[in-house]
Every structure is written in C-alpha cells, then in structure tokens.
C-alpha cells in the first residue's frame, strides 16, 4: 500500500511538468529577441520537487520505481543547474549587448567584441530553440544546453574582466 501511494504521488509530481513553460518575452520590444521572464514559479516548484524525489528515494517504499525516482531527480537536479546558468547567462547578455552594440566600442576592444560575438549567437540560438519548444524539461535538458550556457558564462567573466580594466584606464587617464 505504501508503495502504490508513493509512486502515484512520483507520477503526479512528474505528470505536472507536462504543462510547465519558460515564459518568454520580446527583449526591448523585437520579437526576433526573446528573453526568459518570470521564472519564480518554476524555480519553487522545481525545488519543492526536488526535496519531494529525495524524500522519495531515502524511503524504504521505494524500491519497485529507485531507478525512475534516481533518473527523475537527476532530472531536476539538471534543470536547476542548467536553469541558474541560463538566467546568469541572460543578465550577462542583457549588460553587455547594448555596450557591444557600439563598433567604437568593439573598436577599441577588438577581443572583449569578439567573444561577445560569440556569446551572443550562443544565447540568440538558445533562444530561437527554446521558442520553439518552451517546455522547461525539454528546454533544460537538451543535449548540449547546459554546456552552451557555461561556456557562455565563462566568455562573459572573460569579457566583463576585459571591461572593467578598459574602464579603469580611462578612469586613470581622465580623472575627475
């Protein structure tokens, strides 16, 4: 009986991620630009449901369905991670993009431009993907996803570190 109750409650929780979308927004009013917003309902529920699977897993009942409740936390873990590097790597963006928008800019730092380039179709391809498939199981864990954006995000260190120095140089040749 104990088994049968958890399991329903394991196909239930999985069940609810069938309707879960990303929410996307055109990104200052361009709809070739699209943004992830309001993501605070899937960042509690994918937290709740994490805390669920583990719960799931250290209980005695589980073992007819360990394998899908090993797999299925995998899943989420997956998500959360791929989830926190896409938001890091959407605020990276939407920083720098107006920046790099500038050729006087991409001018003067020719590298940082560069790598920016990159970052830049990395997300606007991920973007263009997830638009086509918004669920957020789908969208997070497709193959390659998760290592695009942590890419993506080290580009970005890169480029923020390039542009903080290129800032305190002009800082120390125009003083105030």
Known sequence: MQEYTLEKAFRK????????????NAHKGDPNVMVVGGVD????????????????RN????KPFE??????????????LSLDEWLKMQAGWMYLEPIFSSEDINQQMPEEGRLFQLVDRNFKDTMKKCALNPKVLEACTSPGVL????????????????????LEKKRLYFPR
């Open 67 to 80: 394998k899908d409740v090993k797999e299925w936390e995998a899943t989420l873990l997956h998500t959360q």
């Open 41 to 56: 309902d899937i960042q509690t529920v994918l937290d709740d449901h994490i805390v669920k699977t583990q719960t799931m």
């Open 59 to 62: 209980s005695p009942f589980v």
């Open 13 to 24: 929780m999985t069940s609810e991620w069938e309707e879960m979308f990303l929410m996307l």
């Open 147 to 166: 290592e695009k954006l942590t890419d993506s995000n080290a580009l970005l260190d890169t480029i923020n570190r390039g542009l903080n120095a290129y």
